[in-house]
């Protein structure tokens, strides 16, 4: 290992996941005396909190569910001194061991300790850890992202273009490290498709009232 034994990367799993696990959405909707999780689709994340609360509490909410992604995962990188190095630059252990870390947030969102083991669907906490991985999916996440806000202003309807957004993640992971020429691609490429389907999967409700043509648009005024 560079920095890290494997007891303290198994710290920085358990850790980034505990972080992944606050409740942002549930917190800021508790200070306007709303429960977050009976108002609207009923969804902890930043688009029922825009939706309930308006379009402040609803940025700031997104901004702090991307950065309990990004911030335990880069910090987990930097430490053991593998952030911001080259794919394939240090061993494959550490690869997969930050990968873990990755994940951890994602799941710590979608299945929170704080919550009994409920939450939300992961979009935003999904881009943090992503970029937290600097500078393995930079690129592709941040292509993906501009994607998911093309689709957002065309539809308005932010659960379908979060769909889109993550059906696009693995292919743009695998294409931007391909032709980077990194021959450690397939880890990567293998967590950015785990997290895509956990986020399709949990868009399952959504995608069934797109097709009915129920799902609610959101409204850029409020």
């Given at each position: 290992m560079v920095g890290m034994t494997l007891t303290l990367w198994?710290?920085?799993?358990?850790?980034?996941?505990?972080?992944?696990?606050?409740?942002?959405?549930?917190?800021?909707?508790?200070?306007?005396?709303?429960?977050?999780?009976?108002?609207?689709?009923?969804?902890?994340?930043?688009?029922?909190?825009?939706?309930?609360?308006?379009?402040?509490?609803?940025?700031?909410?997104?901004?702090?569910?991307?950065?309990k992604g990004a911030v335990p995962v880069y910090l987990a990188g930097n430490f053991a001194g593998i952030a911001g190095k080259t794919l394939g630059s240090y061993p494959e252990t550490e690869l997969w061991l930050w990968l873990g870390v990755a994940l951890a947030p994602c799941f710590g969102h979608m299945y929170s300790f704080f919550l009994k083991f409920q939450g939300g669907k992961g979009v935003a906490t999904t881009l943090g850890c992503m970029l937290g991985l600097y500078p393995l999916l930079t690129l592709p996440v941040l292509a993906v992202f501009?994607?998911?806000?093309?689709?957002?202003?065309?539809?308005?309807?932010?659960?379908?273009?979060?769909?889109?957004?993550a059906i696009l993640l693995p292919f743009a992971t695998y294409f931007h490290l391909e032709s980077a020429g990194l021959l450690q691609s397939w880890p990567v490429v293998s967590l950015s498709t785990l997290i895509a389907l956990f986020v399709v999967w949990k868009h399952r409700s959504n995608i069934s009232r797109i097709a009915k043509g129920t799902e609610p648009r959101i409204n850029p005024r409020r």
């Amino acid at each position: 290992m560079v920095g890290m034994t494997l007891t303290l990367w198994f710290i920085a799993i358990i850790l980034a996941y505990i972080i992944g696990s606050i409740p942002f959405g549930v917190i800021l909707a508790s200070m306007k005396g709303v429960n977050i999780r009976e108002e609207g689709s009923k969804n902890i994340g930043a688009t029922n909190v825009w939706r309930v609360l308006g379009k402040q509490y609803g940025i700031t909410c997104f901004v702090l569910d991307v950065s309990k992604g990004a911030v335990p995962v880069y910090l987990a990188g930097n430490f053991a001194g593998i952030a911001g190095k080259t794919l394939g630059s240090y061993p494959e252990t550490e690869l997969w061991l930050w990968l873990g870390v990755a994940l951890a947030p994602c799941f710590g969102h979608m299945y929170s300790f704080f919550l009994k083991f409920q939450g939300g669907k992961g979009v935003a906490t999904t881009l943090g850890c992503m970029l937290g991985l600097y500078p393995l999916l930079t690129l592709p996440v941040l292509a993906v992202f501009l994607c998911w806000i093309f689709a957002l202003y065309v539809s308005k309807i932010v659960s379908g273009a979060s769909v889109i957004a993550a059906i696009l993640l693995p292919f743009a992971t695998y294409f931007h490290l391909e032709s980077a020429g990194l021959l450690q691609s397939w880890p990567v490429v293998s967590l950015s498709t785990l997290i895509a389907l956990f986020v399709v999967w949990k868009h399952r409700s959504n995608i069934s009232r797109i097709a009915k043509g129920t799902e609610p648009r959101i409204n850029p005024r409020r």
